[in-house]
């Protein structure tokens, strides 16, 4: 079955460790994206790549870093420099014609 | 600048027409998304809309006016399940997918 998988579903982590979010998908889906979701908001964009090795920096990149070397996988990391990096991430791909973006079921992040 | 806005919460009956509104100020658009939301879910889709005009899918209707940076989720014959959180995004010409901070819906009996 195609689709997109985020692991793991719930991720605990000291404070000034770094952190690497997985994200595949078998969609042969060109677009990928990185979000946000703080409890009670919606989503913030962090990076999205439109092809292997390109990215750009959404709207708030700070902290974060990616790397796409592979169309089938686009990683997050939550760095140190991340003030605060409890949150909800959600990674979503989409063909270049985008009439859907198909989300994974997301890695709920904790920093102690 | 980008800006997306949708209400924050509304509240509706059960059986009743609920429409969510959503107006968008973008870098170019490509097209305009409807996701649903449950509480601690990834969201789902809903709906697309590139051209003016409303799209209907089953109980979900969505439309887009874009000379008026305006679209609205029009949900008919509401039940308890539809109780979420909606999603309004805009997928500019940059190839960025921006959301809106969604729409709170609570359905009442």
């Known amino acids: 079955d195609g689709g997109i998988t985020q692991s793991p579903k719930y991720l605990f982590r000291k404070e000034g460790q770094n952190v690497t979010l997985s994200c595949e998908q078998n969609?042969?889906?060109?677009?990928m994206y990185w979000y946000r979701q703080d409890p009670g908001q919606g989503l913030r964009l962090i990076y999205y790549?439109?092809?292997?090795?390109?990215?750009q920096k959404g709207d708030i990149a700070e902290g974060y870093s990616v790397s796409r070397e592979k169309k089938e996988s686009f990683p997050l990391t939550v760095t140190s420099a991340q003030k605060n990096p409890t949150a909800f991430y959600l990674c979503?791909?989409?063909?270049?014609?985008?009439?859907?973006?198909?989300f994974g079921q997301g890695t709920r992040l904790t920093v102690v | 600048g980008q800006n997306i806005d949708q209400p924050t919460e509304m509240t509706a009956t059960e059986g009743a027409i609920v429409q969510i509104n959503c107006t968008y100020q973008?870098?170019?658009?490509?097209?305009l998304f409807w996701y649903q939301q449950h509480a601690g879910e990834a969201p789902t889709f809903l709906s697309y809309?590139?051209?003016?005009g409303l799209e209907e899918k089953g109980r979900f209707s969505s439309f887009l006016s874009r000379s008026k940076g305006y679209s609205y989720l029009l949900l008919k014959e509401l039940q308890m399940k539809d109780s979420a959180s909606y999603l309004c995004?805009?997928?500019?010409?940059?190839?960025?997918?921006?959301f809106g901070q969604g729409t709170e819906l609570s359905v009442k009996p």
């Open positions: 979503a791909s989409s063909g270049l014609r985008v009439v859907e973006a198909f």
């Open positions: 969609l042969n889906h060109d677009a």
């Open positions: 790549s439109q092809i292997v090795n390109d990215f």
């Open positions: 973008t870098s170019g658009f490509n097209g």
């Open positions: 809309n590139v051209l003016d």
């Open positions: 995004a805009v997928y500019n010409q940059g190839g960025k997918l921006i």
